[in-house]
């Protein structure tokens, strides 16, 4: 079975820091640009970070100089580390394969299959 597992998230204050893993299961990542996604209630879930197959990564301009997106393809994981965070960043958190588009566009790809089931990141102000 295909699958994404995502943990590490919980209840942090402003200024904490977590780890979030991605393990994927049943296809190897190596050959796939991998992402980490957040939605907040009430709002479109959206692409916080992502990292390619050759590592070069995307950091969307919230998170910029905060989080790392981080691979290890011999253990099939992706990591987010996440510093100095904000009340704005509580979310469930999603990874899940990512697509460039001819524009250079980043979009979710369907690769492991449905959306898992995230990992609940809240942070205390």
């Known amino acids: 079975q295909v699958q994404l597992v995502e943990s590490g998230g919980g209840l942090v204050q402003a200024g904490g820091s977590l780890r979030l893993t991605c393990a994927a299961s049943g296809r190897t990542i190596s050959n796939y640009r991998m992402g980490w996604f957040r939605q907040a209630p009430g709002k479109q879930r959206e692409l916080v970070a992502a990292i390619s197959t050759g590592g070069s990564t995307y950091y969307a301009d919230s998170v910029k100089g905060r989080f790392t997106i981080s691979r290890d393809n011999a253990k099939n994981t992706v990591y987010l580390q996440m510093n100095s965070l904000k009340s704005e960043d509580t979310a469930v958190y999603y990874c899940?394969?990512?697509?460039?588009?001819?524009?250079?566009?980043?979009?979710?790809?369907?690769?492991?299959?449905?959306w898992g089931q995230g990992t609940q990141v809240t942070v205390s102000s």
């Open positions: 899940a394969a990512v697509v460039r588009g001819l524009d250079g566009s980043y979009n979710v790809g369907t690769d492991f299959g449905p």
